[in-house]
């Protein structure tokens, strides 16, 4: 007698190293060689704005707070920006608010990722009914107050300034990882490796913890890109509306918000600030359509 | 001889199986017959439609015993807000100086006197009947507060949805019949810019450019009244539109795309169907479930959104208001716009749902 | 561009049937978007020969002549019958707009017309289906809406690309009867697309075979089927639907037909042939050669003699069995 398997070339070794185990063997230079065009462009521009925004506060001789010359000078040879209604040098000053706003953006984006991540994972191994109705309403709700407006009600009970607005971020955006963890982590357990893991007798706890969240945190990293955006338009956006990171600190939206009232005659108050924040999502938008596009690529 | 022979026992067999399952058939020629019923929805009786409107019925109920869920939650999400704050509220609102009587009074007013679930069960009540309490600053009911500011926030939604399909209608099915085409690529680059600039810059350059250059709108400021205040609106609903309509018109492009290559299209051309109904019937029709759904679910994000262009603007909207509530720690007011404007974006969820439903029949809520 | 079907010749009389038949990927339906002119949609397009309709030579025709052809003069069922029902339309709606491209009439009219058409192709209750979507009804039910909105403007010709491919038996023989009826009826000409030669035995006049985008024997369908003159021809007889066990009916040709773009030098069927030599293999596809009353593409034609042969391939098919 003669038993042949579905599929006799794949080792059980194979079949164990998941997805996220696979990515973490690639080394730089060959992830730009996957990279598509969309992706590249968006590498690009966002390392470009990391060295401006870490060598130009580092190189020029003033600092962001320094009253350098008279007030709203417009752009030229000594103020390449122009200087704003204080009289200190906009270029300095857009660039130190690059390193704030990325910053604070990473902060923003990764405490909700790795909390949504846990309790999403967690809450997909339930499947008892009433807990999935209950879990359902509960994200849905949390995701259906409109995100800036949350936000601003959560600062509204905190406090004001970068620590109100960072736990406002925090608490309202940690439910939309804790969807996707869960659908993930609902479709993995279904998944071949995870299946052979239980055969081989893992623990539950040690498959949820190496084979399970790697994978649903990959995915969540995905998503983790265009909430990225969505971030730095809240921590602008707020700032903008003079309660998130409040003048004198260099902030793209208190900029803009600043340079707003001389809008008529010193435009070029709003237009640097504006563009260079805009480029940043744009950047990122770029990087996130285009990774996208290589991993819909891979699975058709 | 020998296929001759297969032939015929083959469909002996058929008759059989034929006859098995309908014994009630009336055998009027054999041709006539209604096929048999295969599956629940392929029978074809009175019957069928009763069970068709149950099942209709059905998930539109199971989808709205979740809206109510969910407002409930929202209700206890907006509850447990002013329970966030550090601190005795009162004290923060009143500082230092404030008398025992008048510390007692303040927690009256916002509710937050007496043990935990006797707070819960009388807000409740409260919501219940409408009532959010009232304004720190102004004394006013919270809700007639948000009902004189709301016109013109609803101005402000209505002009924006009105700019959004007049924009995005023309503009995504323009990029799905092009789509090889200069135009094509130029929307896509043209696409993602506006998707990716925040509207609070782009608001501004919109004002830079139609307000203070060539004067086609205030720079910030509300005219009441219907015709006047289309003056005032277009340019903030236009900022708004920047990065919705780029969002909708391409899932509406991808969407036509994928129905065009569906076989009922080929056979509408081949029946000779032309002109608007063509466009209307074989390609917009189908490919509009999924637009629709999109905009229930960037409800959220317009509202949002909203808030800053209110700002931007200067009209005073409930946007205005709760950026002012905020900025005075109005609790209960900022605690019943947080409430509401999640409301809202579940009731526009559910609407959207329920047009997806009547526009796609095939579409399941779920 | 890779060319799809290269060496089809098809021709029919008014109220002749015709049968095209063929394994998938042989150009059939390539074919019969030719004859309907909706090659463009699928990006092939005609770049030699042509396709006489009457007088006109559609092959050349432009987008506006087609519209007064297609649905008018020539009625086309798709192969999917649920994927052809526009799902957010109602049956009327469809049905309707296939009548109303006739002429004026008025609504009313055009409902009563939709009601008759209906009944035309014995639906039961078609009032209520009328109102129905295409997910609501059954396949069956489906085809027969398809088939109505087809013959709405009488047309002269109707194509059917295997309209009982996604049915049940018995339903696949209602609606082939349904369709002989009407071609009766009408007084249509019927081109029908199948890859079940024993359908076409049942249905046409005339059978064409076609393999890796050639027609490799045509002719009457009795000539057909009592000598075939082509291996190709032959093989499909041996595997006809009818007579294979489920999911075998494809084994009784060995290997794999030959897909587009990657066609054989000389005649395309050698490395499936088991009369194949020399000079099988050599020059391009062999042109239709007339023998007997039908026409062969096969050089050995002469030789494939009738009590001889026949065996052989039914040899070949047990060989096959064997094997597995």
Same mark, same amino acid.
């Given at each position: 007698?003669?038993? $042949?398997?579905?599929?006799?070339?794949?080792?059980?070794?194979?079949?164990?190293?998941?997805?996220?185990?696979?990515?973490?063997?690639?080394?730089?230079?060959?992830?730009?060689?996957?990279?598509?065009?969309?992706?590249?462009?968006?590498?690009?521009? +966002?390392?470009?704005?990391?060295?401006?925004?870490?060598?130009?506060?580092?190189?020029?001789?003033?600092?962001?707070?320094?009253?350098?010359?008279?007030?709203?000078?417009?752009?030229?040879?000594?103020?390449? #920006?122009?200087?704003?209604?204080?009289?200190?040098?906009?270029?300095?000053?857009?660039?130190?608010?690059?390193?704030?706003?990325?910053?604070?953006?990473?902060?923003?984006?990764?405490?909700?990722?790795?909390?949504?991540?846990?309790?999403?994972?967690?809450?997909?191994?339930?499947?008892?009914?009433?807990?999935?109705?209950?879990?359902?309403?509960?994200?849905?709700?949390?995701?259906?107050?409109?995100?800036?407006?949350?936000?601003?009600?959560?600062?509204?009970?905190?406090?004001?300034?970068?620590?109100?607005?960072?736990?406002?971020?925090?608490?309202?955006?940690?439910?939309?990882?804790?969807?996707?963890?869960?659908?993930?982590?609902?479709?993995?357990?279904?998944?071949?490796?995870?299946?052979?893991?239980?055969?081989?007798?893992?623990?539950?706890?040690?498959?949820?913890?190496?084979?399970?969240?790697?994978?649903?945190?990959?995915?969540?990293?995905?998503?983790?890109?265009?909430?990225?955006? #969505?971030?730095?338009?809240?921590?602008?956006?707020?700032?903008?509306?003079?309660?998130?990171?409040?003048?004198?600190?260099?902030?793209?939206?208190?900029?803009?918000?600043?340079?707003?009232?001389?809008?008529?005659?010193?435009?070029?108050?709003?237009? #640097?600030?504006? #563009?260079?924040?805009?480029?940043?999502?744009?950047?990122?938008?770029?990087?996130?359509?285009? +990774?996208?596009?290589?991993?819909?690529? $891979?699975?058709? | 001889?020998?296929?001759?022979?297969?032939?015929?026992?083959?469909?002996?067999?058929?008759?059989?199986?034929?006859?098995?399952?309908?014994?009630?058939?009336?055998?009027?020629?054999? &041709?006539?017959?209604?096929?048999?019923?295969?599956? &629940? %929805?392929?029978?074809?009786?009175?019957? =069928?439609?009763?069970?068709?409107?149950?099942?209709?019925? &059905?998930?539109?109920?199971?989808?709205?015993? *979740?809206?109510?869920?969910?407002?409930?939650?929202?209700?206890?999400?907006?509850?447990?807000?002013?329970?966030?704050?550090?601190?005795?509220?009162?004290?923060?609102?009143?500082?230092?100086?404030?008398?025992? @009587?008048?510390?007692?009074?303040?927690?009256?007013?916002?509710?937050?006197?007496?043990?935990?679930?006797? *707070?819960?069960?009388?807000?409740?009540?409260?919501?219940?009947?409408?009532? =959010?309490?009232?304004?720190?600053?102004?004394?006013?009911?919270?809700?007639?507060?948000?009902?004189?500011?709301?016109?013109?926030?609803?101005?402000?939604? /209505?002009?924006?949805?009105?700019?959004?399909?007049?924009?995005?209608?023309?503009?995504?099915?323009? /990029?799905?019949?092009?789509?090889?085409?200069?135009?094509? &690529?130029? %929307?896509?680059?043209?696409?993602?810019?506006?998707?990716?600039?925040?509207?609070?810059?782009?608001?501004?350059?919109?004002?830079?450019? %139609?307000?203070?250059?060539?004067?086609?709108?205030?720079?910030?400021?509300?005219?009441?009244? =219907?015709?006047?205040?289309?003056?005032?609106?277009?340019?903030?609903?236009?900022?708004?539109?920047?990065?919705?309509?780029?969002?909708?018109?391409?899932?509406? *492009?991808?969407?036509?795309?994928?129905?065009?290559?569906? @076989?009922?299209? @080929?056979?509408?051309?081949?029946?000779?169907?032309?002109?608007?109904? %063509?466009?209307?019937?074989?390609?917009?029709?189908?490919?509009? /479930?999924?637009?629709?759904?999109?905009?229930?679910?960037?409800?959220?994000?317009?509202?949002?959104?909203?808030?800053?262009? @209110?700002?931007? =603007?200067?009209?005073?909207?409930?946007?205005?208001?709760?950026?002012?509530?905020?900025?005075?720690?109005?609790?209960?007011?900022? *605690?019943?716009?947080?409430?509401?404007?999640?409301?809202?974006?579940?009731?526009?969820?559910?609407?959207?749902?329920?047009?997806?439903?009547?526009?796609?029949?095939?579409?399941?809520?779920? | 561009?890779?060319?799809?079907?290269?060496?089809?010749?098809?021709?029919?009389?008014?109220?002749?049937?015709?049968?095209?038949?063929?394994?998938?990927?042989?150009?059939?339906?390539?074919?019969?978007?030719?004859?309907?002119?909706?090659?463009?949609?699928?990006?092939?397009?005609?770049?030699?020969?042509?396709?006489?309709?009457?007088?006109?030579?559609?092959?050349?025709?432009?987008?506006?002549?087609?519209?007064?052809?297609?649905?008018?003069?020539?009625?086309?069922?798709?192969?999917?019958?649920?994927?052809?029902?526009?799902?957010?339309?109602?049956?009327?709606?469809?049905?309707?707009?296939?009548?109303?491209?006739?002429?004026?009439?008025?609504?009313?009219?055009?409902?009563?017309?939709?009601?008759?058409?209906?009944?035309?192709?014995?639906?039961?209750?078609?009032?209520?289906?009328?109102?129905?979507?295409?997910?609501?009804?059954?396949?069956?039910?489906?085809?027969? !809406?398809?088939?109505?909105?087809?013959?709405?403007?009488?047309?002269?010709?109707?194509?059917?690309?295997?309209?009982?491919?996604?049915?049940?038996?018995?339903?696949?023989?209602?609606?082939?009867?349904?369709?002989?009826?009407?071609?009766?009826?009408?007084?249509?000409?019927?081109?029908?697309?199948?890859?079940?030669?024993?359908?076409?035995?049942?249905?046409?006049?005339?059978?064409?075979?076609?393999?890796?985008?050639?027609?490799?024997?045509?002719?009457?369908?009795?000539?057909?089927?009592?000598?075939?003159?082509?291996?190709?021809?032959?093989?499909?007889?041996?595997?006809? !639907?009818?007579?294979?066990?489920?999911?075998?009916?494809?084994?009784?040709?060995?290997?794999?037909?030959?897909? !587009?773009?990657?066609?054989?030098?000389?005649?395309?069927?050698?490395?499936?042939?088991?009369?194949?030599?020399?000079?099988?293999?050599?020059?391009?596809?062999?042109?239709?050669?007339?023998?007997?009353?039908?026409?062969?593409?096969?050089?050995?034609?002469?030789?494939?003699?009738?009590?001889?042969?026949?065996?052989?391939?039914?040899?070949?098919?047990?060989?096959?069995?064997?094997?597995?």
């Amino acid at each position: 007698m003669t038993i $042949e398997s579905g599929a006799p070339s794949r080792s059980l070794r194979d079949t164990l190293v998941s997805p996220a185990g696979r990515l973490r063997l690639l080394g730089l230079g060959r992830i730009w060689q996957q990279l598509n065009a969309e992706a590249r462009w968006g590498v690009v521009i +966002l390392a470009l704005i990391l060295l401006l925004s870490v060598f130009v506060p580092l190189l020029s001789p003033s600092d962001p707070y320094e009253f350098v010359d008279l007030p709203l000078q417009p752009p030229g040879a000594t103020y390449p #920006f122009g200087t704003d209604h204080l009289g200190r040098d906009l270029l300095v000053r857009v660039f130190a608010a690059a390193r704030l706003d990325i910053l604070l953006a990473i902060l923003g984006v990764s405490v909700p990722i790795v909390i949504g991540t846990f309790i999403g994972t967690l809450a997909g191994t339930t499947r008892n009914r009433i807990a999935e109705t209950l879990w359902d309403g509960l994200v849905n709700a949390l995701t259906a107050f409109p995100e800036i407006i949350l936000v601003l009600g959560i600062v509204a009970m905190v406090e004001g300034g970068v620590r109100g607005l960072l736990i406002a971020i925090w608490i309202s955006r940690w439910a939309q990882y804790a969807r996707i963890a869960r659908a993930k982590s609902l479709a993995l357990r279904e998944a071949e490796f995870v299946q052979t893991a239980h055969v081989l007798g893992y623990s539950q706890l040690r498959i949820l913890v190496r084979h399970i969240m790697p994978n649903v945190f990959s995915e969540a990293l995905a998503y983790a890109l265009s909430d990225f955006i #969505f971030i730095i338009v809240i921590i602008g956006g707020l700032s903008f509306l003079g309660l998130g990171v409040r003048p004198p600190t260099p902030e793209w939206g208190a900029m803009l918000a600043e340079g707003r009232l001389y809008l008529r005659t010193e435009p070029w108050l709003i237009l #640097f600030p504006g #563009f260079f924040l805009s480029l940043t999502a744009i950047g990122v938008a770029l990087l996130a359509r285009g +990774l996208e596009q290589i991993s819909k690529g $891979e699975e058709g | 001889m020998r296929s001759e022979r297969a032939t015929a026992r083959s469909g002996n067999r058929d008759l059989e199986r034929d006859q098995d399952r309908q014994p009630s058939q009336s055998g009027d020629g054999g &041709h006539a017959n209604i096929p048999p019923p295969t599956s &629940h %929805f392929s029978s074809f009786s009175p019957r =069928f439609y009763a069970g068709t409107l149950r099942l209709l019925r &059905h998930p539109v109920t199971r989808r709205l015993a *979740q809206a109510v869920l969910v407002a409930f939650l929202l209700m206890v999400f907006a509850f447990l807000l002013v329970r966030l704050i550090p601190g005795d509220p009162a004290m923060i609102l009143l500082g230092d100086v404030a008398t025992e @009587e008048d510390l007692i009074a303040y927690r009256k007013l916002l509710g937050i006197d007496g043990p935990l679930h006797s *707070q819960f069960g009388r807000y409740i009540s409260n919501v219940a009947r409408g009532d =959010f309490g009232l304004s720190i600053r102004s004394r006013e009911p919270v809700l007639s507060i948000i009902g004189k500011r709301l016109p013109v926030s609803l101005w402000l939604t /209505a002009t924006t949805i009105f700019m959004t399909v007049v924009l995005a209608l023309p503009l995504g099915v323009a /990029a799905a019949l092009y789509r090889r085409t200069w135009f094509g &690529h130029v %929307f896509q680059i043209v696409a993602s810019v506006f998707v990716a600039t925040p509207v609070f810059f782009s608001g501004l350059l919109l004002i830079l450019l %139609f307000a203070v250059q060539v004067s086609l709108a205030p720079i910030a400021g509300y005219y009441p009244g =219907f015709p006047a205040n289309l003056y005032s609106l277009w340019l903030p609903a236009l900022t708004i539109n920047c990065v919705l309509v780029p969002v909708l018109a391409r899932i509406l *492009q991808s969407s036509i795309i994928e129905t065009s290559s569906e @076989e009922f299209v @080929e056979a509408a051309i081949i029946r000779g169907t032309q002109g608007w109904r %063509f466009y209307w019937r074989y390609l917009l029709r189908p490919s509009l /479930a999924p637009t629709i759904a999109a905009l229930g679910y960037f409800a959220a994000t317009v509202v949002s959104y909203a808030v800053i262009i @209110e700002i931007i =603007f200067n009209l005073p909207g409930v946007g205005m208001t709760l950026v002012d509530a905020v900025r005075n720690r109005d609790y209960p007011l900022v *605690q019943g716009i947080v409430f509401l404007s999640g409301l809202l974006v579940v009731g526009l969820t559910f609407t959207a749902d329920l047009v997806n439903g009547w526009l796609d029949p095939r579409a399941k809520m779920r | 561009m890779l060319p799809v079907v290269d060496a089809a010749n098809l021709s029919l009389d008014r109220r002749q049937a015709v049968g095209i038949v063929g394994e998938s990927g042989s150009g059939k339906t390539m074919l019969c978007r030719a004859l309907i002119g909706t090659l463009a949609r699928h990006g092939a397009e005609i770049t030699a020969g042509t396709v006489r309709f009457g007088g006109l030579d559609l092959a050349a025709a432009s987008e506006r002549v087609w519209r007064g052809i297609r649905g008018r003069e020539i009625g086309y069922i798709p192969q999917s019958s649920l994927a052809g029902l526009n799902p957010v339309l109602t049956v009327e709606t469809q049905l309707v707009e296939s009548i109303s491209a006739m002429g004026t009439l008025s609504r009313r009219q055009a409902r009563d017309k939709a009601v008759e058409l209906l009944e035309r192709v014995r639906i039961p209750r078609a009032p209520q289906v009328l109102k129905a979507r295409g997910h609501q009804l059954s396949g069956g039910m489906r085809q027969r !809406v398809m088939i109505a909105a087809a013959i709405a403007q009488s047309p002269k010709l109707l194509i059917a690309d295997e309209p009982t491919t996604a049915l049940d038996v018995t339903i696949q023989r209602e609606i082939l009867s349904l369709i002989t009826q009407l071609r009766h009826e009408l007084n249509m000409a019927l081109v029908l697309v199948s890859h079940d030669l024993a359908v076409i035995e049942d249905v046409c006049d005339d059978v064409m075979v076609m393999y890796a985008g050639a027609s490799v024997e045509s002719g009457p369908v009795a000539a057909l089927s009592k000598t075939p003159r082509h291996p190709y021809t032959r093989a499909l007889r041996v595997s006809r !639907v009818d007579r294979a066990l489920p999911g075998q009916d494809l084994d009784a040709i060995p290997g794999d037909a030959a897909s !587009v773009g990657s066609w054989p030098a000389g005649c395309r069927f050698w490395p499936r042939c088991s009369h194949a030599d020399e000079e099988c293999r050599r020059g391009s596809q062999p042109a239709l050669m007339p023998i007997g009353r039908q026409l062969s593409a096969c050089i050995h034609a002469e030789r494939l003699v009738v009590g001889e042969q026949l065996p052989a391939v039914a040899n070949q098919e047990d060989s096959a069995r064997r094997r597995k």
